[in-house]
């Protein structure tokens, strides 16, 4: 079995009972990240695009912490409370993604651990070539 890592990026606030995400091998996985800023306060409550856009600042910075680029990501999950705001998702997830767009899959669900996430993504990273 491949040895783990464990990666926790300084500029955002992390969870101490679990892990950011944890390499092994050529792969990263990313843990769900929500709309978490440093101090632990969730942004942009009522507001998916606000979240979306914070949420993939923090899933950005586990991934730069790996040594990754955002066009390593090669699979996404996206969990959201309400059907509704997945527009508001797909639009900063268009931004985020222009050219490449990783796999992909949405589910809708009753709600998330933080009250007022209203949003929450996990990835798959190939960091192939990355030391």
Aim: glycine letters at 6%; one cysteine or more; a negative charge.
């Amino acid at each position: 079995m491949a040895k783990k890592k464990t990666i926790i990026p300084q500029e955002t606030w992390s969870n101490p009972a679990l892990s950011p995400g944890i390499r092994t091998g050529d792969f990263l996985f990313v843990s769900g990240q929500i709309a978490m800023d440093r101090s632990g306060q969730i942004v942009g409550v009522d507001n998916c695009e606000v979240q979306t856009r914070q949420v993939m600042t923090n899933l950005q910075a586990v991934v730069e912490a790996a040594g990754g680029t955002m066009d390593n990501v090669i699979k996404i999950t996206c969990f959201l409370t309400n059907v509704e705001d997945y527009p508001a998702y797909c639009k900063v997830r268009a931004e985020v993604f222009p050219e490449t767009p990783p796999a992909s899959s949405s589910v809708i669900v009753s709600g998330l651990v933080k009250p007022h996430a209203l949003v929450e993504v996990e990835a798959i990273v190939d960091l192939s070539g990355v030391a």
